[in-house]
């Protein structure tokens, strides 16, 4: 039989559990930089991150798992990003989503900078491109349905998304020497210019 009264960590657990995962974080980001994800050990991280191993199994079961659960936190906060903006003003002005965007960016910088790079996480890239995807394809179809070619505003959310991975990666691989709201207003004066195709009053003809 399991106890009335479970104990709870306290305030200063929870603070230690933060730093311990933040530090191994660290840790496996500037690893990735190096290295392939694949060679990455558990010993070499606990030993760079200044950890014990045992301290280690207490929060994962081994690197992969680690991986997966920093990659579902991390596209979780992008979702949340992603939802605070409606279709009326991420479609037409996408310029407070993108500050977002690239602010989101800022905050996991490191390990943004480790899963977008050269030894990256395939997995992450794909599903952070699939998450900003399906948002364009749902907010440029409700404001332009009935453009005269209706496949448009979905190859368009493409070509938006292609763009901003591409941004998103030059601007961590080059030191993200530019703030989020420079990077996001040049964002913008690009799509703007693409957006005015999404008006075309009437279908060209080939």
């Known amino acids: ?4 009264h479970q104990n709870k960590p306290t305030r200063s657990q929870n603070a230690r559990v933060k ?7 660290e840790s496996l980001a500037s690893l990735m930089l190096e290295k ?3 060679s990455i050990t558990v010993r070499e991280l606990t030993a760079r991150a200044n950890i014990n191993r045992a301290t280690f199994y207490i929060h994962y079961k081994d690197i992969d798992d680690m991986i997966r659960q920093i990659r579902e936190e991390i596209l979780s906060d992008f979702a949340a990003v992603l939802n605070i903006h409606h279709t009326e003003t991420s479609g037409e ?3 407070s989503m993108l500050c977002d965007l690239f602010r989101f960016l800022e905050r996991h910088a490191n390990i943004c900078k480790a899963f977008l790079g050269i030894h990256g996480d395939a997995e992450f890239i794909s599903l952070l491109r699939n998450k900003l995807l399906e948002k364009c394809v749902n907010d440029w179809g409700k404001l332009f349905p009935n453009h005269p070619i209706s496949y448009v505003p979905e190859y368009f959310s493409v070509f938006v998304v292609t763009g901003c991975i591409g941004l998103f990666e030059h601007w961590i691989e080059t030191g993200m020497h530019q703030t989020p709201e420079e990077m996001a207003y040049m964002a913008d004066q690009m ?3 693409g957006i005015r195709f999404l008006r075309a009053p ?5």
Do not use: Y
């Open 93 to 95: 002005r996408p310029l």
């Open 36 to 38: 392939n994800i694949n």
């Open 19 to 25: 730093r311990t995962k933040a530090a191994l974080c």
């Open 202 to 206: 009437a279908s060209p003809s080939f």
């Open 1 to 4: 039989m399991e106890p009335l």
């Open 191 to 193: 799509f703007r210019n």
